[in-house]
Each structure stands twice: as structure tokens, then as C-alpha cells.
């Protein structure tokens, strides 16, 4: 009995449809269920996340009936009408197999290399598991798809590095500062992005966040989610001897904090680093403040230059993973004794 | 092989140590983005030499080998190599080697001039325990010397990086420059305690000579006190007027490479010394 996949995910379809067939938590027990139930499938798991939904399912029929019986079952199952094309792909073994062992690496993931699917996909097994919805064959290739995504983040670098602004941001005060534990944030301007860098910091063990916005009330509001402290917009200045992290997202027209007024307040400091994101267009920190001692300046350019180069070279990675995915599906086949080398099948349903 | 000897292993130490040297380019040049296993080796295996020549002297002195400048420089080497792969045991250290290996390189071509290893024995009115523990005292105190300015030469190295925005400087497996700063103080801290008690042991010494005009005005002694007001001033500088950052790290290096420097010629001067 095959292994096959059948479902869609950010590569074949937008949102609006994704949402449209996504399962509530709640109602995956009693969709695999039905599944097995209408003869289809002997074992299931269905994963359902913001970027994918996809139904994994050892079948006793021939692919191609397989796939025509599993996207009736998905259409039914959301009461779909709409017309589709290619939002539906559908695989048989081998790719079956690769593309799990692909979703569980973070290969297949829009944030190439991200870590939150594997948790995802652990806890759609577990679901199936728990409800008696799988077996041998479910269960080998879900265990190993966990032990590749293992095997290839600690023998790759496709996971190494930041993607993305607010943990660029940790990661260059983990390069200054020996531990976050006794390290305070700032935030200047209560943005969006502002706070994501205050959470990543924070998340990682920043001692306590000051949060300086020009509507005090908008300052509270965002301390008190963090759990930090509010400081009235013309008072901060006054706090930056205690502080080591400033993030920066004011829409000042102008430059609030430069060269002339940082230089007697690093005197306070005595010596101790200051490392400065400003995330502002247009930005809030005179560039010259970077050429004070001890003082680190980044500005927005500079961190997603950084977050860009690492996407590099997480795509440089893809091809050692491509290769780790194959011979590790190739064992896997070859140990439970089938393989269908002719590939994909994709009756008329489109693919990734 | 008795046709090998300890000088012999020693100079092939000094060649794996700048095999270790040409291999750190590479690594300086990929801005130690990897754990690197292949330097590390390379100066295991130079190590192992180098104990080899040590312990060859020493069975042959049958005594502490730290009875001239080649020895004493040797020793202190050693101590900075054994430190290194203690601390290079933690895959994310390894790439210190690449910041000391040019720094022994260095050190092993200057000891291997030949007017350095004059045999001369001990003073016969010294005893041999106290110089030993001079010598040695002495040898570990530039030794964590130049472990310190290894340390400061990676905070340099780091902070320009980061100032500058390099991605070198976020991709490297270099620890944070906070932790660079404080090993650099803590290392030259426990230079200058290792420092005082080889001076402290050498005054020892220098009661059991009857005829102070032997050692009143010795250069080394001079150079020696000299050495120790300099680090003094650091210690100084930075406990008590909290200096760090760039300058600290540019003193430390400043220091060692004065020590370095005039650390042959004080010694070739020095009768006391240089019998």
C-alpha cells in the first residue's frame, strides 16, 4: 500500500483559498475518521497549518483512484464549490516521501529553513497517533521524516542564522553583550516592528524593557504588554545610562538622537557598549553617533542586508538537504520493500 | 632516534605551528564561519612535539628546563598551546587557534636562535628549587600575557566588524566582544599575580648572593620591574578608572609586543642572567 500526499500549501495557492480548506484542531479526529471510514485510506494524518494543508495517507487503492477519492473527501469536507486548477498537488511514492521529509526540514516552508513546522507536524501525528489513525507505515515514515529534519539541522546550516529584522537584531546583541540576562531595551516609537524586536529580545532573556513613544497613553499600553516600563517621550535621554539596547521607530522628520547629545551621556556609561537599531525611515539616529566608542549603530538597510545573506546561504544549503532527503527516502523505501519509480502522479490535480 | 634531539623536535614543532599558520589565513579569510578541527590537530600534534623537546631537556637536565632564554621562551609557548587545547575542547573556542598560531610561529622562530640556548649551568650559590620556581613563575606570567593580548587581538578583530558591518562579524563563531574584553582583563589580571610571585621568588634568590653589585643595576632586573610597573598601570587603569574597549585591547597588545621585544636583548645584558 502507496504513501501518498494530497493538499496545498503558500507554493500552489494564496490565502484566501488555503483558509478555505484549513481543519480546526477540533475536527481533525473526526475527519481522519471519515477518512478511513470511506475506505480511501487504512491510515492518516492531516496537517493543517496557516502555510499548508495536507493530507498524508497510506491507501489501499491505486494512486490515481487514491487522488480522486482524497480531494472529493477535501472538497466535501469544507463544502468547496469554487472552481480549482492547480491549488491541489498530489504525490505518490517516492515524492510522497521526499516532500514529507521536505515540509518536516523546513524546505518546503515560506521562511526556507524555519523550525515552527516541524513542531506543527509533530503535533499532527500525535493527534492521529493518539486517535488510532495510523500504523506501521505511517508511523516509520513520520518517525523518520523527525530523525532527517534532526539529522539535517545539526549537519547542515540551512537552519543557521536570522530571517528576519527583530532576530537579526537579538542576534547582533548576542554579538556584543556576553549574556541578555542583565541587558535593558529601549524602545523609542511604539511601532510594529519595534515591538517584534522588543519580544525577540525579550524572548531571549533581556532583563526588563523602557518603552518612550509620543503618545504616552500608546507607551503604557505597549509597557504593559510587554511587562515593562513607560518613560514620557522627553524624558528618555535621562535613562540612557542604565539602558544597552535602543530600538528606534519614531516617524520624526528629523534626526532625534545624534552625535552631540550621545556623547556626554556614553560618558555616564563608562564604557559600556551601547548597540543601537534604528528600524525609522526616516531614521531617527544621526549615522556619525556610530563613530563614538563603544557604540554599535544599525539601521534598517543594514539588518535586512544581513537577514538577506543569510537566506543565501540557507539557499546554498538546499542542495546537501535535497541530497540527505534522497538517500534517506531512498532507505526507507527500499527497507519497507516498495518503490514506484515512475514518481508523481497528478490526474489532473496540478502539483507544487 | 638519538639523532633526533630535543632541539630537533622542537623545530618541527615550529614547523607544524606555521603549518597551523598558513591553514589560519583560510580561516581568517572565511571569517571563522566554521568549527574547525583541522587547526586544531595541527596544534595538537605541534604540541606534542613540543612536550616531547621539553621533556627531552629536562631528563637531560634532570631539572626543570628553564635555565635559559631558549627554555624559558619555550616554556612559556607551552603554556600558551596547553591553555588553548584546554579551551578548544569547546568546538566553539576552536578557532582561537587561528588568532594564537601566528602568535607561537612567531615566538618558536625567535627561540630557535642559537646565542639563546647558551648552555650555562645554574648559579651553584642559587637554589635550584626557588630559580625553577622563578623561572617557571615567570614563563606562565608571559604566557597569560600573551594569551591576554590573543584575546585583545580577537576583540579588535570583532569590534571593527561589528562597527564597521561586516557580515563577518554576526557570521563568525566568535564569542560576544563583552566576553573577549573580560578574558583579555582576566588573563592580563592573572599575568600580573603570576608576574609579582616570579619577581617576589627571584628576590628570594637574590638573598642567597653575598656580592650585591652582581645584580644591583642588572638590566633584566630593571627591564623586569619596568615590565611590572607597565602591567601595573594597567591593572591599574582598568579596576580602578574602568578602561576598556579599544584602548584596553590595544594596551594589552601594545604591552606584550614591548615584552616581546625586549625581552632577548634585557637577557643577552643581563650577567645575572647571562653568566
Known amino acids: 500500500m502507496p504513501l501518498v500526499v494530497l493538499g496545498l500549501s503558500h507554493h500552489s495557492s494564496p490565502v484566501t483559498v488555503r483558509e478555505r480548506f484549513a481543519f480546526a484542531e477540533a475536527r ?7 477518512l478511513r471510514d470511506s475506505g480511501v485510506a487504512d491510515e492518516a494524518v492531516i496537517l493543517s497549518t496557516c502555510n499548508r494543508v495536507e493530507i498524508y495517507a497510506v491507501t489501499p487503492r ?43 526540514a523546513g524546505l518546503d516552508s515560506m521562511v526556507l529553513g524555519e523550525t515552527e513546522i516541524l513542531g ?98 500608546k507607551a503604557v499600553a505597549l509597557a504593559n504588554e510587554l511587562g515593562g516600563r513607560a518613560v514620557p517621550f522627553d524624558a528618555w535621554a535621562g535613562e540612557f545610562a542604565n539602558i544597552d539596547i535602543v530600538v528606534s521607530s519614531t516617524s520624526a522628520p528629523h534626526y532625534i538622537l545624534d552625535r552631540a547629545k550621545l556623547d556626554p551621556l556614553m560618558k555616564l556609561r563608562r564604557n559600556r557598549p551601547l548597540l543601537l537599531i534604528d528600524i525609522a525611515v526616516p531614521r531617527d539616529i544621526e549615522p556619525e553617533v556610530n563613530f563614538l566608542e563603544d557604540v554599535y549603530l544599525y ?30 527516502a531512498e532507505a526507507l523505501l527500499s527497507h519497507t520493500g516498495r518503490r514506484e519509480p515512475d514518481g508523481a502522479v497528478r490526474p489532473a490535480f496540478g502539483r507544487e | ?50 612536550t616531547a623537546a621539553m621533556l627531552r631537556r629536562g631528563f637531560r637536565l634532570d631539572r626543570c628546563p628553564v635555565t635559559n632564554l631558549y627554555e624559558a621562551t619555550i616554556f612559556a609557548m607551552w603554556t600558551i598551546v596547553a591553555v588553548y587545547l584546554a579551551v578548544g575542547l569547546w568546538s566553539r573556542l576552536r578557532f582561537l587557534g587561528a588568532f594564537a598560531s601566528p602568535v607561537l610561529f612567531g615566538i618558536g622562530v625567535f627561540a630557535l636562535m642559537p646565542s639563546l640556548d647558551a648552555t650555562h ?30 584575546a585583545a587581538l580577537m576583540y579588535l578583530t570583532q569590534e571593527r566588524n561589528l562597527k564597521f558591518h561586516k557580515l563577518q562579524a554576526i557570521f563568525s563563531l566568535m564569542p560576544p566582544i563583552q566576553r573577549l574584553e573580560a578574558v583579555a582583563g582576566r588573563l592580563l589580571v592573572s599575568g600580573f599575580i603570576l608576574l609579582t610571585l616570579g619577581l617576589l621568588s627571584g628576590v628570594v634568590d637574590l638573598t642567597h648572593i653575598n656580592n650585591p653589585h652582581l645584580y644591583r643595576g642588572d638590566p633584566k632586573i630593571v627591564w623586569s620591574i619596568g615590565v611590572w610597573l607597565l602591567y601595573l598601570g594597567l591593572v591599574i587603569l582598568r579596576w580602578r578608572f574602568a578602561q576598556g574597549g579599544r584602548r584596553f585591547a590595544l594596551s594589552a597588545i601594545g604591552s606584550f609586543v614591548f615584552v616581546l621585544l625586549t625581552f632577548w636583548g634585557t637577557n643577552v645584558l643581563s650577567p645575572l642572567h647571562n653568566p
Not at chain 1, 481533525?28 to 471519515?34: D, E, F, K, N, T
Not at chain 1, 472529493?72 to 521526499?98: G, K, M, R, W
Not at chain 2, 583560510?26 to 595538537?44: E, M, S
Open chain 1, 299 to 328: 539601521n534598517i538597510d543594514d539588518l535586512q542586508a544581513i537577514a538577506e545573506d543569510y537566506l543565501k546561504q540557507r539557499k546554498e544549503e538546499v542542495a546537501r538537504c535535497e541530497q540527505i532527503i534522497r538517500e534517506k
Open chain 2, 1 to 50: 632516534m638519538d639523532w633526533l634531539t630535543d632541539r630537533h623536535y622542537f623545530l618541527l614543532a615550529v614547523i607544524v605551528y606555521g603549518l597551523s599558520m598558513i591553514y589560519s589565513v583560510f580561516l581568517w579569510r572565511n571569517g571563522f564561519r566554521r568549527d574547525n578541527r583541522v587547526n586544531y590537530l595541527l596544534l595538537l600534534l605541534a604540541f606534542g612535539l613540543h
Open chain 1, 120 to 217: 506543527q507536524l509533530k503535533k499532527a501525528y500525535d493527534l492521529a497517533l493518539q486517535n488510532g489513525h495510523t500504523g506501521g507505515r505511517l508511523n516509520k515514515a513520520f518517525q523518520r521524516a523527525f530523525n532527517v529534519a534532526k539529522h539535517i539541522r545539526t549537519e547542515t546550516n540551512i537552519q543557521r542564522g536570522s530571517v528576519s529584522v527583530g532576530s537579526v537584531a537579538v542576534e547582533l546583541a548576542e554579538k556584543i553583550f556576553s549574556r541578555l540576562s542583565d541587558r535593558d531595551v529601549m524602545i523609542i516609537g511604539a511601532g510594529d516592528t519595534s515591538e517584534k524586536t522588543a519580544r525577540a529580545l525579550l524572548s531571549r532573556g533581556a532583563r526588563s524593557i523602557l518603552v518612550s513613544n509620543r503618545s504616552h497613553d
Open chain 2, 121 to 150: 649551568g645554574p648559579r651553584p650559590e642559587l637554589p635550584a628549587a626557588w630559580t625553577s620556581v622563578h623561572a617557571a613563575l615567570m614563563s606562565l606570567s608571559y604566557g597569560a600575557f600573551g594569551l591576554s593580548a590573543v
Open chain 1, 28 to 34: 481533525v479526529p473526526a475527519a481522519l475518521q471519515m
Open chain 1, 62 to 104: 491505486e494512486p490515481p483512484a487514491a487522488f480522486t477519492a482524497l480531494r472529493e473527501f477535501l472538497v466535501t469536507c469544507h463544502e468547496y464549490h469554487d472552481p480549482l486548477t492547480d491549488e491541489i498537488y498530489a504525490l505518490s511514492e517516492p515524492q510522497s516521501v521526499h516532500h514529507l521529509f521536505k515540509v518536516a
